[in-house]
């Protein structure tokens, strides 16, 4: 990802990219906090709602944590 080049992330285990979600697997046995990035990409012009991220451990499931929601809009050139 060239566009992300500049922000220092974790390598994830598994990604998958759905048609309306991004999944990832990271194996994080630090307490230091970590980046996850993904790009949105809008395929017509609008005006598009995101939903917030979540993020969870599998196996401790108090850590757990949400993103703020977004919109973003798309303009045809």
């Known amino acids: 990802m060239g566009a992300l080049d500049w922000l220092k ?30 790009v949105v990409r809008a395929v017509s012009p609008g005006r598009y709602h995101h939903p917030a991220a979540t993020v969870e451990d599998m196996y401790r499931p108090q850590y757990r944590a949400h993103t703020d929601t977004g919109s973003m809009q798309v303009s045809a050139k």
Request: charged share 35%; net charge neutral.
């Open 9 to 38: 992330t974790v390598p994830a285990e598994s990604t998958e990219f759905r048609s309306d979600r991004f999944i990832a697997a990271v194996n994080w046995r630090k307490d230091d906090a970590f980046r996850i990035a993904y």
